[in-house]
């Protein structure tokens, strides 16, 4: 059964960073495609970044230059590493497997989620 459970939300000021963290329990990484998920009030949730088997990684264009998604293999573990966070940036953040190694297939798993305030 596989398991993902996201940490390191908060509460940040504007050009803040934070990290989160998502332990994955059931496989072992990087054998499958991961990503992370936001999905502000009113809004439809939306992909912030994926990372495939091979480690080649997408990103939604308004976190270009500012997001870095990773894995820590050793530790099972999934990262979105936040920089210059803005107000827009505000959402509940969810991280979620495919059972595919590349990132063309339906997320699978979620997480419960962590909420990200970024206040101005």
């Known amino acids: 059964q596989v398991h993902l459970a996201e940490s390191g939300g908060g509460s940040v000021q504007s050009g803040g960073s934070l990290t989160l963290s998502c332990a994955i329990s059931?496989?072992?990484?990087?054998?499958?495609?991961v990503g992370w998920f936001r999905q502000a009030p009113g809004k439809e949730r939306e992909a912030v970044a994926t990372?495939?088997?091979?480690?080649?990684?997408t990103y939604e264009d308004s976190v270009k230059g500012r997001f870095t998604i990773s894995q820590d293999n050793a530790k099972n573990t999934l990262y979105l590493q936040m920089n210059s966070l803005k107000p827009e940036d505000t959402a509940m953040y969810y991280c979620?497997?495919?059972?595919?190694?590349?990132?063309?297939?339906?997320?699978?798993?979620w997480g419960q989620g962590t909420q990200v305030t970024v206040s101005s």
């Open positions: 059931g496989y072992t990484t990087p054998t499958y495609c």
């Open positions: 979620a497997a495919t059972l595919y190694e590349y990132c063309s297939g339906s997320f699978l798993y």
């Open positions: 990372i495939d088997s091979d480690g080649d990684t």
